[in-house]
C-alpha cells in the first residue's frame, strides 16, 4: 500500500512554506560558526521567530519561581522563594490529582476543559478585562495553545464532504499556521487584503469584496480576524469591530477572533478593545445572536511561555447542542499540559500591590514594555530611512512587517530560481549580514507587493546589534540594516546596504 495515495487529498496538496529552507539554512550557518568557519559576523541574528525568550527576553522571575516550587514541592516550604510564590504553588498544586503536576503512579491529568478553579478565574479575567460584561466558565475550554483551539473549532465548522467546500474568509497577510490549518481540514482561504496604506486597516467593504468573489467557488462560513494583527502590527478601533459584528451578523458568519497580543499595544493612539467587549456593547440583536469564538495564549505577549502550551477558548452565542460536540472533540485529547494551565493563571493573576514579588514584577514587566515601544520607534525611523524600504506604525503584537520594493530582474531571477523574490532577498540578508527575518509571501501578501517580517520584542541590544551590524563588517557587500554609533543618526549616505547590493545586481 502507498501511504502517498491513502493520503487525504487536502493534506498531500498543502504547499511547504518557503521559509522551511530558510529556517534550515539559519541553523547549518549557526553550526558552521560553532565550528569556527569564517563569516562577516559571530553569530546569527535571529528575529524569525515570535518566541520572546528564544530572543533573549528574560522569563519573569514570579512565575517561574512559582513554577519551580510546583516541579519541586519541597520548595513550598522552604524560605528559598518569596512566600506569595509559595502560597500561588500551593494553590495550584491543590487542584492538581496527587497534589502534583505528575507524581508516580499519578498523572495529574484534569478536566478536559480545564482545571475549574482555573477556568473560573478565566473568566473572572475576561469579565474585569470588558467591563463587567458576563462570562460564564461553561463556554471557556482551556487548550494547548490557541493554536490547537482553533483548529478544533474549525474542524466543527468545516464540512469536509460538503460541496462546493466550506470557505473561511482570512486575512491577508496572515498568521501562516492559521491558514495551513484551514487548508488541512479541506476548507478554502478566501482572503481579504487589509489596507497597508492606511495602516493595514481591516474595511469592511473589502470583505464584501472578498464574499462576492467567493460565490460559486465554496461556502463561506467563517470570518477569521486578528487583533492586534499578526504579521502587520495593527490594532483595530472599537468603530471597525463594530463594523466586522454588523457584517457578520448580516453574512450569518461565524467570528474566529485571535487576540493573543492583547497585552502588547504601544500606539499612542491604540487600545485593546476585545470582540467579545464590542459585541457585548452593541446589545440586541447582535450581543444575543452572533456566534464568536475569542482565543488568548500564555505564549504571546508578555508572558512569552511559548514552549509550555497553554491557551483558552471562549465561545458565545453557540447553540447547546454544538457546545456538546465542541465538548466531545476537544475531550480526545484528555486536557491541556497542566504548566500551561498554571501559566494562563499566572497571566491573568500577577502578584498585586502588597505582595511580596509585587515590586519586582513591576520592574520585569516594565522593562519588557519600555523596550518594545523603544524598538518599534527605532525600527520605524530606520526601517523608512533605508533605500526601497517603508513601513507602516506598528501599534501592537510582537513583528514589523516592512514593504521591500525589489528591481524588476531580481524579481525575475527569483522566480527563475522557483522561489519569491521576498525569500530570494532574505536568503541573501541571511548568508551576506548573517540576519534571519521571514520572507512576506509565507503569511500572504497583496499580488505585487513584497516584505519581510521579524521580531521586536527583543531586547534592546539585540535590536541595535540589528540596526548596527553591517557597519562592522569588513567587507561592504554584507551591509544591511544599520545606524551610527556615534550619533544615533541615520547614515544619510547608505550606498553599501544589502538592498542596494542587491538592487545593483539585477539592475535593467
Not at 245 to 265: G, M, N, P, T, W
Not at 305 to 311: A, D, I, S, V
Not at 349 to 371: A, K, W
Request: hydrophobic fraction near 35%; aromatic fraction near 8%; proline fraction near 7%.
Amino acid at each position: 500500500m502507498s501511504v502517498l495515495k491513502e493520503m487525504r487529498p487536502n493534506v498531500r496538496n498543502m504547499k511547504q512554506l518557503e521559509c522551511i529552507s530558510l529556517a534550515r539554512r539559519a541553523s547549518q550557518i549557526k553550526e558552521e560558526l560553532k565550528q569556527g568557519v569564517r563569516k562577516p559576523y559571530k553569530e546569527v541574528i535571529d528575529v524569525f521567530w515570535g518566541d520572546p525568550h528564544t530572543a533573549g527576553v528574560k522569563p519573569l522571575s514570579f512565575v517561574r519561581q512559582v513554577f519551580a516550587a510546583c516541579l519541586y514541592p519541597q520548595l513550598v516550604d522552604s524560605d528559598k522563594l518569596p512566600v506569595d510564590a509559595r502560597q500561588r504553588a500551593q494553590m495550584l498544586l491543590k487542584g492538581c490529582a496527587g497534589g502534583s503536576v505528575g507524581k508516580g503512579c499519578v498523572c495529574s491529568y484534569t478536566a478536559s476543559a480545564g482545571m475549574p478553579e482555573i477556568v473560573q478565574r478565566v473568566s473572572e479575567f475576561i469579565t474585569r478585562r470588558d467591563g463587567g460584561a458576563p462570562s460564564y466558565p461553561e463556554n471557556i475550554y482551556i487548550s494547548s495553545g490557541s493554536q490547537w483551539a482553533l483548529t478544533n473549532i474549525l474542524n466543527v465548522l468545516v464540512n469536509r464532504k460538503a460541496s462546493p467546500r466550506t470557505g473561511v474568509l482570512t486575512p491577508s497577510p496572515s498568521y501562516s499556521v492559521s491558514t495551513l490549518s484551514i487548508m488541512e481540514l479541506g476548507a478554502a482561504i478566501v482572503p481579504y487584503d487589509l489596507n497597508e496604506e492606511q495602516g493595514w486597516e481591516l474595511q469592511v467593504e473589502e470583505l464584501h469584496r472578498a464574499l462576492e468573489s467567493a460565490k460559486g467557488v465554496c461556502n463561506p462560513v467563517a470570518l477569521y480576524v486578528i487583533n492586534p494583527g499578526n504579521p502587520t502590527g495593527h490594532v483595530q478601533s472599537p468603530k471597525s469591530m463594530q463594523e466586522v459584528i454588523r457584517f457578520v451578523s448580516e453574512k450569518r458568519l461565524f467570528l474566529l477572533a485571535d487576540e493573543v497580543y492583547q497585552d502588547c499595544v504601544y500606539g499612542e493612539k491604540s487600545e485593546f478593545v476585545s470582540y467579545k467587549r464590542v459585541l457585548s456593547e452593541m446589545g440586541p440583536p447582535f450581543s444575543d445572536t452572533v456566534e464568536l469564538a475569542s482565543f488568548h495564549s500564555a505564549s504571546r505577549g508578555i508572558l512569552g511561555e511559548c514552549g509550555l502550551r497553554g491557551g483558552y477558548v471562549e465561545l458565545v452565542n453557540l447553540d447547546p447542542a454544538v457546545m456538546k460536540y465542541i465538548y466531545k472533540l476537544f475531550s480526545k485529547d484528555s486536557c491541556a499540559p497542566v504548566l500551561g494551565q498554571f501559566a494562563l493563571d499566572l497571566m491573568m493573576n500577577p502578584p498585586q500591590p502588597g505582595d511580596p514579588s509585587y515590586p519586582l514584577y513591576c520592574v520585569e514587566t516594565q522593562h519588557i514594555r519600555t523596550t518594545l515601544v523603544k524598538n518599534v520607534k527605532r525600527v520605524f525611523e530606520v526601517v523608512n530611512s533605508l533605500p526601497g524600504f517603508c513601513s507602516q506604525p506598528v501599534e501592537g503584537g510582537a513583528f514589523a512587517f516592512p514593504r521591500l520594493h525589489l528591481p524588476p530582474k531580481a524579481i525575475q531571477k527569483a522566480k527563475e530560481m522557483g522561489m519569491h523574490p521576498d525569500v530570494f532577498y532574505c536568503i541573501r540578508l541571511l548568508e551576506e549580514a548573517g540576519v534571519f527575518v521571514g520572507p512576506g509571501s509565507q503569511y500572504g501578501q497583496k499580488e505585487g507587493t513584497h516584505h519581510i517580517r521579524f521580531c521586536i520584542m527583543t531586547p534592546e541590544d539585540t535590536m541595535e546589534e540589528l540596526l548596527r551590524r553591517p557597519d562592522q563588517l569588513s567587507n561592504p557587500v554584507h551591509a544591511g540594516f544599520f545606524l551610527n554609533k556615534g550619533t544615533k543618526k541615520i547614515r544619510a549616505s547608505f550606498h553599501t546596504s544589502i538592498y542596494l547590493q542587491f538592487n545593483n545586481s539585477f539592475k535593467q
